[in-house]
């Protein structure tokens, strides 16, 4: 369980870098993680070992503390002793709060260059006007990038050292929402409606087209061999009375 919420605040950092890079990639400052272009492959490979080893590395380290020190001394994580996590506040301040406050620094400056990079291309594209429409939409696009980066953990860290209702209860439906806030920013678009109105329509279409079918089967009918032989003795049985009656007037006389 730990691993797990260390990892998220290293993807939310992988995000954030991402998003930075795909903003700004007109600053002549950059992060020299790996200059790729066109391996999205291999960036995601990077991304992926830095978002699960880093947190493994931590994990490890805890763990070789918890079977290496002495279980009372408080430099021991204690995992599961008051809580399901790391139970000592020196392991908790080493492990987890100061790698988290980095991470966040980290995204919140990020955050920042990407919003002022924002900023300056709504400028140059004249973007940014009075009109409440557009600075709707600024907003918005800031609001996703707060959501995504996960800022809102830096309300956490205020609720859980101040104990006052007033930072807790928000803090906590934050949270709740934040998988809510997620799914709107990356699901929500006029794009991803287009496309389901659009195969909504498609799969009626289908129907449709399949019920056409079905009718129009209903309506052709097997011939009938039966009446067919039937039809087709009596046309011969005609011919053949015909051709005896003549046969009959022909030569009789003889």
């Known amino acids: 369980m730990f ?12 995000l954030a870098y991402d998003v930075y890079k795909t903003f700004s990639r007109a600053l002549k400052f950059k992060i ?49 002793q008051v809580t399901c996590g790391i139970s000592h506040f020196a392991p908790i301040l080493i492990f987890f709060f100061i790698p988290v406050t980095i991470i966040l620094t980290v995204n919140v400056c990020l955050f920042t260059v990407t919003a002022l990079k924002l900023k300056r291309c709504a400028e140059e594209t004249r973007f940014a ?24 953990w830096i309300f956490w860290f205020i609720a859980l050292f101040s ?3 007033v930072f807790t209860y928000p803090t906590i439906i934050l949270h709740g929402l934040n998988g809510a806030f997620i799914f709107v920013s990356f699901t929500v678009k006029r794009n991803v409606y287009r496309l389901v109105v659009s195969r909504i329509k498609h799969l009626r279409g289908n129907r449709r087209i399949d019920t056409t079918i079905r009718r129009l089967n209903t309506q052709i009918k097997t011939p009938n061999i039966a009446a067919i032989n039937r039809s087709l003795y009596s046309k011969s049985e005609t011919q053949f009375t015909l051709f005896n009656d003549v046969f009959r007037d022909r030569y009789s006389s003889v």
């Open 163 to 165: 104990q006052t209702p």
């Open 32 to 80: 020299s993680i790996i200059k790729l272009k066109g391996a999205e492959n291999t960036k995601f490979l990077v991304y992926s070992l830095y978002g699960w080893l880093m947190p493994a590395l931590i994990v490890i380290s805890t763990l070789i503390l918890q079977f290496n020190i002495p279980y009372d001394s408080p430099y021991n994580p204690a995992y599961g």
């Open 3 to 14: 691993d797990l919420i260390i990892a998220a605040f290293f993807w939310m950092n992988v």
């Open 129 to 152: 006007t009075r009109s409440k429409a557009k600075v709707t939409d600024r907003l918005a696009i800031y609001m996703k990038l707060l959501t995504m980066l996960g800022i809102t």
